[in-house]
């Protein structure tokens, strides 16, 4: 099974509304981070926060990262149509060497 | 820059075929992924290495093969391709620094049918 899980899977809202999307993981982390992906292309990072930090701003993006219960969430505000995509959480797993897993990701539709 | 640079984009195999996939990054990063991604799913971890001449197994290995000769190239394998391994194949690479991996950078995918 996977590393992270996110929820939810699917997420329709209004142009302007915020929109919030939650991953969790099972083992210890360093870092955890968030990407995106428009439908048929590759994965764009969008932020990473490390494990002893606990809320990370860029732009329009609000991380916020609870260690004591292996959770994230990831809040864009004052959505946009262009926001419209899959939103991954990747966790650096540490068994066996450090590597980056994905979850399944939430599929977000801001409607204009 | 190119950044990561996937080969080819598309490919139709028939069952038992064999390909190769490249995957080349300018970046000098120490780790490269193979990831597959199936429709809903998220990326799932086929092999990943951590520096030039070394390999490892990621979450769904089976049926691939992987090879790291250069540090700037990252292969994957298909010995005998199999209906179930159609899928879109991203490859990523990425730098590892003493607080954990950094941001990963993606390859823009290489849509594999078998049929």
Known sequence: SQQGEEDPQALSIQEGENATMNCSYKTSINNLQWYRQNSGRGLVHLILIRSNEREKHSGRLRVTLDTSKKSSSLLITASRAADTASYFCATDWSTGGFKTIFGAGTRLFVKA | ?115
């Open chain 2, 1 to 115: 820059n190119a950044g990561v640079t996937q080969t080819p984009k598309f490919r139709v195999l028939k069952t038992g075929q064999s390909m190769t996939l490249l995957c080349a990054q300018d970046m000098n990063h120490e780790y490269m992924y193979w990831y597959r991604q199936d429709p809903g799913m998220g990326l799932r971890l086929i092999h990943y290495s951590v520096g030039e001449g070394t390999t490892a197994k990621g979450e769904v290995p089976d049926g691939y093969n992987v090879s790291r000769l250069k540090k700037q190239n990252f292969l994957l394998g298909l010995e005998s391709a199999a209906p179930s391994q159609t899928s879109v194949y991203f490859c990523a690479s990425s730098l590892i620094t003493l607080t954990g991996n950094t941001e990963a950078f993606f390859g823009q995918g290489t849509r594999l049918t078998v049929v």
